[in-house]
């Protein structure tokens, strides 16, 4: 190895890049995975915390459609994922009113899925 280092430094360099790039991405999908696998966090119950991507994912819905239902901020408008009590601070509300709001929309959701 070191032979090839002194022959072709920046082939070697770059596969070295290569594999680390590599590894990160892969250990980030393998702990998204076994996170998302448990099912303690699937449908969790809504706390001021969460984003409404979190809230998506752990709901199985499509999140932009709970930021229509809910009349809440797109991650775009502050250019961040906002959890919902920087969403109330926003408002001038309390975080249980953004909650409720959610999961109002929450049940609206439901009832439109597909029964399984």
């Not at 190895?1 to 070697?12: A, D, E, H, K, S």
């Not at 409404?52 to 991650?75: C, F, M, Q």
């Not at 926003?90 to 899925?113: F, N, P, Y």
Request: hydrophobic share 45%.
């Amino acid at each position: 190895m070191l032979t090839l280092w002194r022959q072709r430094p920046y082939l070697v360099s770059a596969f070295l890049l290569a594999c680390a790039v590599t590894l990160f991405f892969g250990a980030r999908f393998v702990t998204k995975a076994v996170y998302w696998a448990d099912p303690a966090h699937h449908n969790q119950a809504v706390q001021g915390w969460m984003t409404v991507g979190y809230i998506g994912k752990s709901w199985n819905i499509d999140p932009r459609r709970l930021d229509e239902l809910a009349k809440l901020p797109l991650p775009e408008e502050k250019g961040h994922p906002q959890p919902l009590v920087e969403i109330a601070r926003d408002r001038g509300v309390s975080v249980e009113t953004v909650i409720a709001e959610v999961e109002a929309a929450l049940a609206i959701l439901q009832s439109e899925k597909p029964q399984e």
